[in-house]
Protein backbone atom coordinates (compact mmCIF):
# COMPACT_ATOMS: atom_id res chain seq x y z
CA UNK A 1 0.00 0.00 0.00
CA UNK A 2 1.60 3.84 -1.30
CA UNK A 3 0.63 6.44 0.72
CA UNK A 4 1.00 10.19 -0.34
CA UNK A 5 1.72 13.13 1.62
CA UNK A 6 -1.03 15.67 0.75
CA UNK A 7 -0.89 19.75 1.27
CA UNK A 8 -3.76 19.34 3.61
CA UNK A 9 -4.86 17.16 6.46
CA UNK A 10 -8.34 15.47 7.87
CA UNK A 11 -9.33 13.97 11.37
CA UNK A 12 -9.40 9.99 11.42
CA UNK A 13 -12.96 9.08 12.48
CA UNK A 14 -11.10 6.39 14.49
CA UNK A 15 -9.02 8.05 16.57
CA UNK A 16 -9.55 11.84 15.74
CA UNK A 17 -6.14 12.24 15.36
CA UNK A 18 -5.13 14.45 12.05
CA UNK A 19 -3.02 12.69 8.93
CA UNK A 20 -2.03 14.17 5.41
CA UNK A 21 -1.81 10.50 4.24
CA UNK A 22 -3.43 9.98 0.92
CA UNK A 23 -4.24 6.98 -0.63
CA UNK A 24 -5.95 8.28 -3.96
CA UNK A 25 -7.97 11.01 -4.91
CA UNK A 26 -9.38 9.37 -7.92
CA UNK A 27 -12.76 7.68 -6.98
CA UNK A 28 -15.11 5.21 -9.09
CA UNK A 29 -17.70 8.10 -8.90
CA UNK A 30 -17.78 11.36 -6.89
CA UNK A 31 -14.81 13.22 -5.71
CA UNK A 32 -13.12 13.40 -2.70
CA UNK A 33 -9.94 12.18 -0.71
CA UNK A 34 -9.14 8.82 0.77
CA UNK A 35 -6.91 9.32 3.30
CA UNK A 36 -4.89 6.87 5.15
CA UNK A 37 -4.35 6.79 9.82
CA UNK A 38 -1.15 5.39 10.13
CA UNK A 39 -1.81 4.92 13.74
CA UNK A 40 -5.06 3.35 13.24
CA UNK A 41 -4.63 1.70 10.13
CA UNK A 42 -7.51 2.70 8.22
CA UNK A 43 -8.44 5.00 5.16
CA UNK A 44 -11.44 6.91 5.20
CA UNK A 45 -13.06 9.25 2.59
CA UNK A 46 -13.60 13.10 2.73
CA UNK A 47 -16.09 13.62 0.58
CA UNK A 48 -16.18 17.04 -1.54
CA UNK A 49 -20.05 16.70 -1.03
CA UNK A 50 -22.17 15.22 2.07
CA UNK A 51 -25.46 13.29 0.97
CA UNK A 52 -28.13 12.91 3.15
CA UNK A 53 -27.90 8.98 3.40
CA UNK A 54 -31.17 7.63 3.92
CA UNK A 55 -32.23 9.67 0.61
CA UNK A 56 -29.23 8.65 -0.86
CA UNK A 57 -29.80 4.81 -0.22
CA UNK A 58 -33.42 4.90 -0.82
CA UNK A 59 -33.18 6.41 -4.50
CA UNK A 60 -29.77 6.67 -6.18
CA UNK A 61 -27.27 4.19 -4.63
CA UNK A 62 -28.50 1.33 -6.96
CA UNK A 63 -28.66 4.01 -10.39
CA UNK A 64 -25.33 4.24 -9.72
CA UNK A 65 -23.25 1.02 -8.69
CA UNK A 66 -24.35 -2.43 -9.69
CA UNK A 67 -22.59 -5.69 -10.71
CA UNK A 68 -22.34 -4.57 -14.20
CA UNK A 69 -18.91 -2.76 -14.89
CA UNK A 70 -20.27 -0.58 -17.56
CA UNK A 71 -23.86 -0.32 -17.02
CA UNK A 72 -24.25 1.36 -13.30
CA UNK A 73 -28.14 0.92 -13.12
CA UNK A 74 -29.86 -2.12 -11.07
CA UNK A 75 -33.11 -3.24 -9.90
CA UNK A 76 -33.81 -5.46 -6.60
CA UNK A 77 -35.27 -8.63 -8.94
CA UNK A 78 -31.54 -8.16 -11.30
CA UNK A 79 -29.53 -8.21 -7.82
CA UNK A 80 -31.68 -10.98 -6.24
CA UNK A 81 -30.85 -13.17 -9.46
CA UNK A 82 -27.30 -12.53 -9.75
CA UNK A 83 -26.25 -12.51 -6.20
CA UNK A 84 -28.02 -14.98 -4.28
CA UNK A 85 -26.09 -17.96 -5.37
CA UNK A 86 -22.83 -16.42 -4.11
CA UNK A 87 -23.23 -16.78 -0.34
CA UNK A 88 -21.44 -19.36 -0.01
CA UNK A 89 -18.83 -18.35 2.36
CA UNK A 90 -21.51 -15.82 4.80
CA UNK A 91 -23.73 -19.20 4.79
CA UNK A 92 -21.10 -21.13 5.63
CA UNK A 93 -19.85 -18.84 8.76
CA UNK A 94 -23.58 -18.38 9.93
CA UNK A 95 -25.04 -21.71 9.99
CA UNK A 96 -22.99 -23.38 12.97
CA UNK A 97 -25.17 -20.70 14.47
CA UNK A 98 -29.15 -21.20 13.17
CA UNK A 99 -31.47 -23.49 14.46
CA UNK A 100 -34.98 -23.74 14.29
CA UNK A 101 -35.54 -21.30 17.02
CA UNK A 102 -33.11 -19.04 15.83
CA UNK A 103 -34.22 -15.05 15.49
CA UNK A 104 -32.04 -13.48 12.49
CA UNK A 105 -31.81 -9.93 11.80
CA UNK A 106 -29.99 -8.71 8.73
CA UNK A 107 -29.07 -4.68 8.41
CA UNK A 108 -28.84 -3.77 4.47
CA UNK A 109 -30.12 -6.93 3.32
CA UNK A 110 -30.14 -6.25 -0.28
CA UNK A 111 -32.29 -7.60 -2.12
CA UNK A 112 -32.65 -10.53 0.52
CA UNK A 113 -30.35 -12.89 -1.75
CA UNK A 114 -28.51 -13.90 1.80
CA UNK A 115 -31.33 -14.21 3.55
CA UNK A 116 -33.39 -16.32 0.68
CA UNK A 117 -30.73 -18.75 1.38
CA UNK A 118 -31.47 -19.67 5.50
CA UNK A 119 -34.82 -18.54 6.08
CA UNK A 120 -36.57 -21.82 6.12
CA UNK A 121 -33.73 -22.87 8.15
CA UNK A 122 -34.99 -20.81 11.60
CA UNK A 123 -38.09 -19.42 13.15
CA UNK A 124 -37.70 -15.61 11.79
CA UNK A 125 -36.32 -13.85 9.80
CA UNK A 126 -36.31 -9.61 9.86
CA UNK A 127 -34.42 -7.36 6.99
CA UNK A 128 -33.52 -3.70 7.18
CA UNK A 129 -33.00 -2.02 3.72
CA UNK A 130 -32.53 2.03 3.19
CA UNK A 131 -33.38 0.92 -0.62
CA UNK A 132 -37.11 1.02 -0.63
CA UNK A 133 -37.42 -0.88 -4.24
CA UNK A 134 -35.24 -3.57 -2.51
CA UNK A 135 -37.79 -3.77 0.45
CA UNK A 136 -40.45 -3.80 -1.63
CA UNK A 137 -39.48 -6.67 -3.28
CA UNK A 138 -38.74 -8.66 0.11
CA UNK A 139 -41.96 -7.94 1.34
CA UNK A 140 -43.73 -9.27 -1.52
CA UNK A 141 -41.03 -12.22 -3.90
CA UNK A 142 -39.90 -13.17 -0.81
CA UNK A 143 -42.33 -12.84 2.10
CA UNK A 144 -39.54 -11.57 4.42
CA UNK A 145 -40.82 -8.91 6.76
CA UNK A 146 -38.66 -5.76 5.93
CA UNK A 147 -38.69 -2.01 6.81
CA UNK A 148 -36.69 0.69 4.91
CA UNK A 149 -36.14 2.67 8.20
CA UNK A 150 -32.62 3.20 10.04
CA UNK A 151 -32.58 0.24 12.59
CA UNK A 152 -33.33 2.26 15.89
CA UNK A 153 -36.21 4.11 14.11
CA UNK A 154 -37.72 0.93 12.47
CA UNK A 155 -40.54 -1.62 13.35
CA UNK A 156 -37.51 -3.91 14.64
CA UNK A 157 -36.19 -1.19 16.99
CA UNK A 158 -37.35 -3.07 20.33
CA UNK A 159 -36.63 -6.98 18.89
CA UNK A 160 -34.16 -8.62 19.99
CA UNK A 161 -32.13 -11.70 17.82
CA UNK A 162 -30.07 -14.56 18.27
CA UNK A 163 -27.76 -13.43 14.97
CA UNK A 164 -27.31 -9.97 13.63
CA UNK A 165 -25.64 -9.82 10.77
CA UNK A 166 -24.52 -6.85 8.34
CA UNK A 167 -22.16 -7.58 5.18
CA UNK A 168 -20.88 -5.06 2.89
CA UNK A 169 -22.81 -2.05 4.88
CA UNK A 170 -20.51 -0.75 7.33
CA UNK A 171 -18.05 0.65 4.95
CA UNK A 172 -20.97 2.83 3.96
CA UNK A 173 -22.09 4.30 7.74
CA UNK A 174 -20.67 7.66 9.37
CA UNK A 175 -19.80 6.12 12.16
CA UNK A 176 -18.93 2.54 12.32
CA UNK A 177 -18.69 2.28 16.20
CA UNK A 178 -22.45 3.95 16.70
CA UNK A 179 -23.27 1.48 13.82
CA UNK A 180 -21.70 -1.41 15.77
CA UNK A 181 -23.95 -0.47 19.20
CA UNK A 182 -26.47 -0.27 17.29
CA UNK A 183 -26.41 -3.76 16.13
CA UNK A 184 -25.89 -4.61 20.16
CA UNK A 185 -28.78 -3.43 21.11
CA UNK A 186 -30.79 -5.05 18.46
CA UNK A 187 -28.98 -8.65 19.90
CA UNK A 188 -30.25 -11.04 22.97
CA UNK A 189 -27.48 -11.74 25.35
CA UNK A 190 -25.57 -15.02 24.40
CA UNK A 191 -26.12 -14.08 20.59
CA UNK A 192 -23.50 -13.08 17.95
CA UNK A 193 -23.45 -10.41 15.38
CA UNK A 194 -21.63 -10.97 11.88
CA UNK A 195 -19.93 -7.90 9.96
CA UNK A 196 -18.41 -7.85 6.54
CA UNK A 197 -16.53 -5.67 4.91
CA UNK A 198 -13.92 -5.17 2.16
CA UNK A 199 -10.37 -5.46 3.19
CA UNK A 200 -7.62 -2.49 2.51
CA UNK A 201 -5.47 -5.17 1.57
CA UNK A 202 -7.66 -5.99 -1.33
CA UNK A 203 -5.13 -8.56 -3.37
CA UNK A 204 -5.51 -6.71 -6.92
CA UNK A 205 -3.79 -3.57 -5.16
CA UNK A 206 -1.33 -5.53 -2.18
CA UNK A 207 -0.48 -8.35 -4.16
CA UNK A 208 -0.67 -6.91 -7.72
CA UNK A 209 -1.04 -3.27 -7.84
CA UNK A 210 -3.17 -2.98 -10.21
CA UNK A 211 -3.29 0.66 -11.24
CA UNK A 212 -6.49 0.95 -13.04
CA UNK A 213 -8.11 -1.25 -9.91
CA UNK A 214 -6.96 1.55 -7.52
CA UNK A 215 -10.53 4.07 -9.20
CA UNK A 216 -12.69 0.88 -9.17
CA UNK A 217 -11.80 -0.03 -5.47
CA UNK A 218 -12.44 3.55 -4.14
CA UNK A 219 -15.60 5.15 -4.80
CA UNK A 220 -17.71 7.67 -3.18
CA UNK A 221 -20.49 5.33 -1.41
CA UNK A 222 -17.51 4.17 0.92
CA UNK A 223 -16.38 6.26 3.66
CA UNK A 224 -14.26 3.80 5.31
CA UNK A 225 -11.41 1.03 4.34
CA UNK A 226 -11.21 -1.34 6.92
CA UNK A 227 -7.42 -3.03 7.83
CA UNK A 228 -7.73 -5.83 10.57
CA UNK A 229 -6.54 -3.70 12.99
CA UNK A 230 -8.82 -0.74 12.45
CA UNK A 231 -11.80 -3.14 12.00
CA UNK A 232 -10.58 -4.84 15.52
CA UNK A 233 -10.61 -1.21 16.82
CA UNK A 234 -13.69 -0.20 16.23
CA UNK A 235 -15.04 -3.44 18.03
CA UNK A 236 -13.28 -2.51 21.07
CA UNK A 237 -14.31 1.29 20.65
CA UNK A 238 -17.67 -0.42 20.82
CA UNK A 239 -17.30 -1.94 23.99
CA UNK A 240 -16.17 -5.02 22.82
CA UNK A 241 -13.08 -7.05 24.71
CA UNK A 242 -10.49 -8.24 22.58
CA UNK A 243 -11.74 -12.11 23.53
CA UNK A 244 -15.13 -11.38 22.12
CA UNK A 245 -13.73 -10.63 18.60
CA UNK A 246 -12.77 -12.94 15.55
CA UNK A 247 -11.77 -11.72 12.10
CA UNK A 248 -11.59 -14.21 9.35
CA UNK A 249 -10.77 -13.25 5.76
CA UNK A 250 -12.48 -14.69 2.89
CA UNK A 251 -11.95 -14.10 -1.12
CA UNK A 252 -15.19 -13.90 -3.25
CA UNK A 253 -13.48 -13.00 -7.04
CA UNK A 254 -11.67 -16.12 -8.66
CA UNK A 255 -8.24 -15.88 -10.13
CA UNK A 256 -9.63 -15.46 -13.20
CA UNK A 257 -10.82 -12.27 -12.53
CA UNK A 258 -7.70 -11.50 -11.25
CA UNK A 259 -5.58 -12.26 -14.07
CA UNK A 260 -8.49 -10.60 -16.31
CA UNK A 261 -7.55 -7.35 -14.35
CA UNK A 262 -3.86 -8.34 -13.86
CA UNK A 263 -3.66 -8.86 -17.66
CA UNK A 264 -6.07 -6.69 -19.25
CA UNK A 265 -6.63 -3.34 -16.42
CA UNK A 266 -10.06 -3.37 -16.93
CA UNK A 267 -13.03 -4.96 -15.26
CA UNK A 268 -14.63 -8.13 -16.45
CA UNK A 269 -18.41 -6.97 -18.03
CA UNK A 270 -20.40 -8.39 -15.25
CA UNK A 271 -19.48 -10.16 -11.56
CA UNK A 272 -20.75 -13.73 -13.01
CA UNK A 273 -17.03 -15.24 -14.41
CA UNK A 274 -15.31 -13.80 -11.55
CA UNK A 275 -17.76 -14.96 -8.81
CA UNK A 276 -18.94 -18.42 -10.41
CA UNK A 277 -16.81 -21.85 -10.28
CA UNK A 278 -15.00 -22.09 -13.06
CA UNK A 279 -16.24 -24.03 -15.92
CA UNK A 280 -14.58 -24.31 -19.34
CA UNK A 281 -16.26 -25.88 -21.91
CA UNK A 282 -14.73 -26.35 -25.41
CA UNK A 283 -15.25 -28.47 -28.49
CA UNK A 284 -12.56 -30.75 -27.28
CA UNK A 285 -14.44 -32.25 -24.42
CA UNK A 286 -11.15 -33.92 -22.82
CA UNK A 287 -8.96 -30.82 -23.14
CA UNK A 288 -11.91 -29.40 -21.43
CA UNK A 289 -12.37 -31.32 -18.46
CA UNK A 290 -8.32 -30.73 -18.23
CA UNK A 291 -8.57 -27.21 -18.02
CA UNK A 292 -11.46 -27.12 -16.12
CA UNK A 293 -10.01 -29.20 -13.35
CA UNK A 294 -6.50 -27.82 -13.31
CA UNK A 295 -7.88 -24.13 -13.05
CA UNK A 296 -9.79 -25.39 -9.94
CA UNK A 297 -6.98 -26.64 -8.41
CA UNK A 298 -5.08 -23.44 -8.99
CA UNK A 299 -7.74 -20.91 -7.98
CA UNK A 300 -7.96 -23.53 -4.62
CA UNK A 301 -4.51 -23.31 -4.17
CA UNK A 302 -4.71 -19.26 -5.01
CA UNK A 303 -7.44 -18.16 -2.71
CA UNK A 304 -5.30 -20.43 -0.28
CA UNK A 305 -2.21 -18.46 -0.61
CA UNK A 306 -4.27 -15.05 -0.33
CA UNK A 307 -5.64 -16.12 2.78
CA UNK A 308 -2.50 -16.78 4.49
CA UNK A 309 -1.52 -13.75 3.48
CA UNK A 310 -4.78 -11.95 4.70
CA UNK A 311 -4.84 -10.29 1.41
CA UNK A 312 -8.37 -11.35 0.71
CA UNK A 313 -10.74 -9.14 -0.77
CA UNK A 314 -13.30 -9.43 2.44
CA UNK A 315 -13.41 -9.89 6.11
CA UNK A 316 -15.81 -11.29 8.53
CA UNK A 317 -15.64 -9.81 12.07
CA UNK A 318 -18.19 -12.03 14.65
CA UNK A 319 -18.45 -10.56 17.87
CA UNK A 320 -19.89 -11.92 20.92
CA UNK A 321 -22.29 -10.33 22.97
Not at 157 to 172: A, G, I, L, N
Not at 178 to 205: A, C, M, R
Not at 221 to 238: G, I, P, Q, V
Request: hydrophobic share 35%.
Amino acid sequence: MITKKYNSSASCPLCSGMTSQVLTTELRRGTGVVYYCEPCQHGFLVPDQNLDTKTYYAESYRQEYSHNAEVAATNASEIFKVYRHYQRDRISAISPYLTETTKLLEVGASSGQFLVNIKDRVAQVSAIELDKACCTFMQTELSISADSDFLRESIFRDETYDVVCSFQVMEHVISPVTFISELYQSTKEGGTIFIEVPNLHDPLLSVWNVEAYKTFFYHSAHLHYFTESSLRKTAMDAGFSADKIEISFTQDYNVLNHLNWVMNNVPQATCNVGLNEIEFSGNNQEISKWMTEQMRKLNEEYIAKLLNAKATSNMMMVLKK
